[in-house]
């Protein structure tokens, strides 16, 4: 049975940094693509950042330079790094993972950038 858990979220002001992981069970994990999306309030679920089958990185340009993705495939965890976050973060983050063209998703972990 494929897991995938999310911890991290939480509330941080404007400017600050907060890191997410996603640890995941149930797969063989150094064959995945895995990444992160968000869904804020009202709008479509989007891509944040993502590794590509060939190792690259996808990160989207509203986060780009503040963001960072990683993967340590021994911990089997995917992380998410993010600084310098401003209200428009705000948003539901989900974990993805990507297996031989099966798509698995976490449950979520909100973040709250607020004042």
């Known amino acids: 049975q494929v897991q995938l858990v999310e911890s991290g979220g939480g509330l941080v002001q404007p400017g600050g940094s907060l890191r997410l992981s996603c640890a995941a069970s149930g797969i063989i994990f150094s064959i995945c693509t895995m990444g992160w999306y968000r869904q804020a309030p009202g709008e479509q679920r989007e891509l944040v950042a993502r590794?590509?089958?060939?190792?690259?990185?996808n990160v989207a340009d509203s986060v780009k330079g503040r963001f960072t993705i990683s993967r340590d495939n021994a911990k089997r965890t995917v992380s998410l790094q993010m600084s310098s976050l401003n209200p428009e973060d705000t948003a539901v983050y989900y974990c993805h993972v990507n297996c031989r063209n099966i798509n698995y998703w976490g449950q979520g972990t909100q973040v709250t950038v607020s004042s």
């Open positions: 590794f590509t089958s060939d190792g690259d990185t």
